[in-house]
């Protein structure tokens, strides 16, 4: 990933045309075909609901998961933190803060797999049992996937601010990281909300 | 090519040098362009083939070529891959190499994403011919459920294949959209860029607002798959219009995102070859835009017998009816830019006009099954078989054509041999007419589509149909030797061969490595042709042999 030995011209400025940077023009637009994704997703799993028989999230463990989204909302605080820590140039505290993201979003899926190997093996809900559990695991599995992304892209940022790549002027990568984190984090409310308390 | 270059050496390389470089992940947009071009190209020949199946099965009702699952099988493959892997992908192409040029930039905006995208279509590819291989996605494209619930493991790889080509597409429309509205040169205002640039922005926003549905859709139909989920099968409880709803949702639009790139290139064509300036700049520009957000409200009208709320069927007709309204506002302005203009009717041309009239067919039909009576009367008939190849094959392909022909000298140097060219056009244009006109009568008539055989009194239609669709097999043959025998000794084409306006046309053909060394400058009209002089050099490039003058005997302005 080092831009030293890519073979892409180096003299490219990344601001453009509009004066944004190209990465958050980028990010911003990946995040637009997130909300559609998950959108079709949101309603695919509405519709299911919606047929299966009422209440079926009651097998659900509410005060687990409102504990875990107390968790994923830390994270989201931890990222906003550490975009603030290299704003002042204060690459450890950046490091520091991007581990701890790394902890609470480790702990967010830990939760949230310990919860799906309950469920299935309970035979409480399951993919194949019912509407509802159809709707379920499609979601929240591409959310989970989407939180694994962002562990490993957190990984990747946490080593390049020891490589020393970040400093107050140039930290757009870890902006766009966070832009994306916090997607996922806003996913979850809304899905925690829907899936969860309604 | 000029020293200030970075040689990539290994895995990742920038530029195109020697023939190694294009089978490599390379970063360059020219030779992703032209990586773009030739899998598609192989693809259209794949699907191509396919489609002579189907014909050749078709000729008489009794034949025995293909039939039962085999049958649906190869029109599913046929038209998955025509779409997804040969229009989307061509365009996507032929827009890498030319939009970076038009707008002034050395490259798109993300060149490894963009490498990244052109090398998902490889496993994307490579699993749709395996799903083919093991059998099973015999559901047609649109895979409806329940069918595509209950049919074989090849369903399944089909799903996953076109999951790789749908990240390939939303990469590749990101990648454009940050290109052309953040790496213009800043002397070109938006109202300055070429249509090209404004039809392939209309496009990715379309697929970054559809594209991502379809893969919702289809990672359900996974989900029901293979771990049993109940969403589409009504045994269970599901909802099969719910697939209907999120595949069209993206596939009504996905119509225009392989159109709308089309319309960009009739646009750049046309001025070109009529030596005066774009009738209704912004009218073009804003329409392409319109129908981007039209094309969002409209997908029910696939729906109009599937069983949805009849009340719903109204407003979607009237949707479907007002797309048309843009549409017409193209078709008026092109015929205000050839009106009266000097034409030179290259192969690009020929094929420009072609797929004017060609895509004003296709429209009508498609106003005809916008309105919900004669919808109900011709739904999975033929008519509607005739109406799509009209619009994809008359417009999409048609386009593609002009385009290829418009750009080849730009992007390999060498100028394509125009007789053949025109052996080439009226191949494609009568054997195009011959396959799919006479099925809007069989449609009319009630011939469903999907089925290997039909009723005796169809015989006729459908052999001149199966004639027409040799011819177009054999028109693909000239043009096939047309470019080989033109990258080896074609005529060197120059800077500038066809005296056209746009900032591709000012570098040497092909152009160097990195496009432009100095930021170049627009002043006015991208179209001003026979208003001010042709931008710079007509006549003298970097590369080696002295410029081909307009190699056409009837000369420009």
Known sequence: ?198 | MTADAVVGTGLIRHGGRKFSDYFIFNTDHKVIGIQYLVLSFTFFLIGGVLAELIRTQLALPTNQVIVGSRYNLVLTLHGTIMIFLWIIPAFAGLANYVIPLMIGANDMAFPKLNALAFWLLIPGGLLMMASFAVGGAESGWTAYPPLSVTTPLGQTIWAIALQFIGFSTIFGAINFLVTIFNMRVPSMGLTQMPLLAWAVAATSIIIVLGTPVLSGALLMLIMSRVLGAQFFTPAGGGNPLLWQNLFWFYSHPAVYIMILPGFGIISEVLPAFSRKPIFGYKLIAFSSMAIAIFGFLVWAHHMFTSGMDPFLRVPFMITSMIIAVPTGVKIFSWLGTIWGGKLRFTTSMTFALAFISMFVIGGLSGIFLASVPIDIHVQDTYFVVAHLHYVLFGGSVMALFAGVYYWFPKITGRMLDERLGQVHFWLTFLGFNLTFFPQHLAGLQGMPRRVFTYAPEFTALNLMSTLGSFLLAIAILPFLFNALRSLARGKVAGPNPWRAFGLEWTLSSPPPVHNFPTPPVVDGDPYGYGERPIPGPVGTPAGPPAPAPAPSASGGN
């Not at chain 1, 993919?127 to 959310?143: E, I, Q």
């Not at chain 1, 020393?164 to 766009?176: D, L, T, W």
Request: hydrophobic fraction near 50%.
């Open chain 1, 1 to 198: 990933m080092s831009e030293v030995n890519s073979a892409v011209p180096v003299h490219e400025q990344p601001i453009g045309t509009t004066g944004l940077d190209n990465r958050k023009l980028g990010i911003w637009l990946f995040l637009a075909t997130e909300v559609m994704l998950f959108s079709a997703l949101i309603a695919g799993f509405l519709d299911m609901r919606s047929r299966g028989p009422s209440g079926a999230n009651h097998v659900l463990n509410i005060p687990l998961t409102a504990f875990n989204t107390w968790v994923l909302i830390c994270s989201s605080l931890m990222v906003a933190l550490s975009v603030a820590a290299i704003e002042q140039g204060k690459t450890k505290r950046l490091r520091n803060y991007l581990l701890l993201t790394l902890l609470f979003g480790g702990t967010f899926l830990s939760i949230q797999i310990f919860e799906y190997i309950h469920l299935i093996s309970s035979g409480e809900l399951t993919p194949w049992g019912s509407l509802f559990g159809a709707g379920f695991y499609t979601v929240t599995s591409v959310h989970g996937l989407h939180v694994f992304i962002g562990l490993i892209w957190c990984t990747l940022t946490i080593i390049w601010t020891m490589q020393g790549k970040f400093s107050p002027k140039e930290f757009m990568r870890v902006e766009v990281f966070g832009l994306y984190w916090h997607f996922v984090d806003i996913v979850w409310i809304i899905l925690f909300t829907i899936i969860y308390l309604l």
